[in-house]
């Protein structure tokens, strides 16, 4: 995972200003919507691995993901976010596993409510799911 990290740290464009939160992605668009016109929020899945993490029941993780998307809608700058749809492999037999899955599609479901626009990448091509309102 080290060097995973270090790989996606060396690829960045230089003035890329990177800031790395792990478990309050709300609390940094909020700080920085004034100094930024785009925040690039990668990736959802992991943040929710690390709620997880914290032993946060289902229903805390959900609150920490309803606070997201009233941010997303009241900050007046872009938020890009990326996800994976972890809902189109077969359901795991392990209990975290299936929790997370879960919570993955539900995660993912309100912020696409949220979000003025989905773009689901498969492959590396683009599928507008949902486009912005005109």
């Known amino acids: 995972m080290e060097a995973r990290v270090k790989r996606h740290r060396a690829e960045r464009d230089p003035s890329w ?3 790395e939160e792990p478990l309050d992605p709300a609390a940094v668009i909020q700080e920085h ?3 930024y016109d785009v925040i690039l929020l990668d990736c959802i899945t992991l943040w929710l691995t690390n709620l997880l993490g914290q032993d946060m029941s289902d229903a805390n993780i959900l609150e920490r993901v309803d606070e997201l998307c009233t941010v997303l809608q009241q900050t ?3 938020i890009i976010m990326v996800t994976n749809e972890t809902g189109w ?4 037999e392990n209990p975290l596993a299936r929790r997370f899955r879960d919570l993955a599609g539900f995660a993912n479901q309100r912020l696409a409510r949220a979000a003025e626009a989905v773009i689901l990448t498969v492959a ?3 599928l507008v799911i949902k486009e912005p309102r005109s």
Do not use: F, N, Y
Not at 89 to 92: D, F, K, L, Y
């Open 124 to 126: 590396g091509l683009p």
């Open 76 to 78: 007046p700058i872009h």
């Open 17 to 19: 200003t990177t800031i």
């Open 33 to 35: 919507q004034a100094t």
């Open 89 to 92: 492999s077969i359901v795991p």
